[in-house]
T-cell receptor, first 114, second 115 residues
C-alpha cells in the first residue's frame, strides 16, 4: 500500500523569501514521485516529476525537488517566491511496478505575502 | 494538444436528482481517470479506464456512481440519486500508456453542489 504525507497544511511566506514544502511517502514498492500545483477553481498542473537518475529534479516556475530514498521524502523548494506562486501544492506517488495508479497527499496551501 | 476538457464547469442540483459529467481527454491518451476532491483534501481516486475498458474502481465508488468510456475517447460519470455528501469537485485526468513515465494531465474539473 502507498500513502503520502504532507506535513504542513498551510505555509505563509514573504515575497522573495525561500520556501520548502515537505512531502514524505510510504510504499512497499518503489515509486515515481510528482508535485502538482492547483490554482483556485482549476485542475492540477504538473510542476515536476522524479522517475529515475539524478535525485535533484527541476520543474517549471523555478521549483525543484530532491528525492531522498533513505528518508522517503520528496521536498519541494523554491529559492525566491512570487505572489503568483500562491496556490495549493500536492505531492503524489505512483508505483513503478504498475504505473497506472496515483496517490495524492492532502495538499499544502502556500500563501505568498507581499 | 488542447488539454483535458470537462463539462459542465459547475452543476447545482437538488438531492435525489441524477447528474452526468463529461470528460474529453487529450486525444492521443489512452488512459482516463476520474478523481473526486473535497475542500482541503487531495484528489481521491474513483475509477480508471484503459481505452474503453474500466480496469479499476475504488471502494469509495458506491453503486450510485457509474462511468463509461464507450469508444475509448470521451468519458461520462453519472451520479444517480445525488446526496449532499456528493458535493465536491470531480476531476478528470488522462495519460498515455507507459509504465510510470506518463504523468496525469488534469482538466479544470466539474464542481457539483447538491442542495
Amino acid at each position: 500500500a502507498q500513502s503520502v504525507t504532507q506535513l504542513d497544511s498551510q505555509v505563509p511566506v514573504f515575497e522573495e523569501a525561500p520556501v520548502e514544502l515537505r512531502c514524505n511517502y510510504s510504499s512497499s514498492v518503489s515509486v515515481y514521485l510528482f508535485w502538482y500545483v492547483q490554482y483556485p477553481n482549476q485542475g492540477l498542473q504538473l510542476l515536476l516529476k522524479y522517475l529515475s537518475g539524478s535525485t535533484l529534479v527541476k520543474g517549471i516556475n523555478g521549483f525543484e525537488a530532491e528525492f531522498n530514498k533513505s528518508q522517503t521524502s520528496f521536498h519541494l523548494r523554491k529559492p525566491s517566491v512570487h505572489i503568483s506562486d500562491t496556490a495549493e501544492y500536492f505531492c503524489a506517488v505512483s508505483p513503478t511496478n504498475t504505473g497506472n495508479q496515483f496517490y495524492f497527499g492532502t495538499g499544502t496551501s502556500l500563501t505568498v505575502i507581499p | 494538444d488542447t488539454g483535458v476538457s470537462q463539462n459542465p464547469r459547475h452543476k447545482i442540483t437538488k438531492r435525489g436528482q441524477n447528474v452526468t459529467f463529461r470528460c474529453d481527454p487529450i486525444s492521443e491518451h489512452n488512459r482516463l481517470y476520474w478523481y473526486r476532491q473535497t475542500l482541503g483534501q487531495g484528489p481521491e481516486f474513483l475509477t480508471y479506464f484503459q481505452n474503453e475498458a474500466q480496469l479499476e474502481k475504488s471502494r469509495l465508488l458506491s453503486d450510485r456512481f457509474s462511468a463509461e468510456r464507450p469508444k475509448g475517447s470521451f468519458s461520462t460519470l453519472e451520479i444517480q440519486r445525488t446526496e449532499q455528501g456528493d458535493s465536491a469537485m470531480y476531476l478528470c485526468a488522462s495519460s498515455s500508456q507507459g509504465v510510470g513515465n506518463s504523468p496525469l494531465h488534469f482538466g479544470n474539473g466539474t464542481r457539483l453542489t447538491v442542495t
